[in-house]
């Protein structure tokens, strides 16, 4: 019963921050990466921003210099900042973790939160 729930989403204006949040609970044994993905109607989910279990990232060319993933790994959070957003940053947003399970048999397995709407307005 593993699941990710975000929160930090919300309506702002260009130029403007903010934070997303999103924490992992249920009968974890580990987590491997995590990461942010985007999507629209127009389009397929892409990737934001994934950070390791020891803390490398990687962005999308889009939001480098913009966006920073950090995670706490004793809360099982990752985080989201997002700074000098655009209206073109407009999507429901992913949070994203493989994570080991004893139930699974140690067996890693891709996780997806419920998504949190982020509206950029010009």
């Known amino acids: 019963q593993v699941q990710l729930v975000e929160s930090g989403g919300g309506l702002v204006q260009a130029g403007g921050s903010l934070r997303l949040s999103c924490a992992a609970s249920?009968?974890?044994?580990?987590?491997?990466?995590m990461g942010w993905y985007r999507q629209t109607p127009a389009k397929q989910r892409e990737l934001v921003a994934t950070i390791t279990s020891v803390g490398n990232t990687n962005y999308a060319d889009s939001v480098k210099g913009r966006f920073t993933i950090t995670r706490d790994n004793t809360k099982n959070t990752v985080y989201l900042q997002m700074n000098s957003l655009k209206p073109e940053d407009t999507a429901v947003y992913y949070c994203?973790?493989?994570?080991?399970?004893?139930?699974?048999?140690?067996?890693?397995?891709?996780?997806w939160g419920q998504g949190t709407q982020v509206t950029v307005s010009s």
């Open positions: 994203n973790a493989e994570i080991v399970t004893v139930v699974a048999r140690y067996v890693p397995y891709n996780y």
């Open positions: 249920g009968s974890i044994f580990s987590i491997n990466a």
